[in-house]
């Protein structure tokens, strides 16, 4: 059964820094691409970063230069660190896993990231 729960979501200003957390549990996370989408109210799901077994990754357009997507294979987590946040980057922010390039098989709950001053 795989699972993912992410952590780190919640109100920040304009310019500032927040760092996601996913954890993860079932089995093969290390072989597994994981990838962090986004859904903004109103919006669709769009990608922001996915990262594959070797650490390559890949960026949304709108959070290239700004965020960074990592991974942990010991501790079965995933990070995204978001830097000069901006209020276009509000959205629930979601986990994934699943085979390179996008990532999408399995999906977590969720969580919210509001950038507002």
């Known amino acids: 059964q795989v699972q993912l729960v992410e952590s780190g979501g919640g109100l920040v200003q304009p310019g500032g820094s927040l760092r996601l957390s996913c954890a993860a549990s079932?089995?093969?996370?290390?072989?597994?691409?994981m990838g962090w989408y986004r859904q903004a109210s109103g919006k669709q799901r769009e990608l922001v970063a996915v990262?594959?077994?070797?650490?390559?990754?890949n960026y949304g357009d709108s959070v290239k230069g700004r965020f960074t997507i990592s991974r942990d294979n010991g501790k079965r987590t995933v990070y995204l660190q978001m830097n000069s946040l901006k209020p276009e980057d509000t959205a629930v922010y979601y986990c994934?896993?699943?085979?390179?390039?996008?990532?999408?098989?399995?999906w977590g709950q969720g969580t919210q990231v509001t950038v507002a001053s």
């Open positions: 990262i594959n077994v070797p650490g390559f990754t």
């Open positions: 079932g089995s093969a996370f290390s072989s597994s691409a």
């Open positions: 994934t896993r699943g085979r390179w390039p996008n990532a999408n098989y399995y």
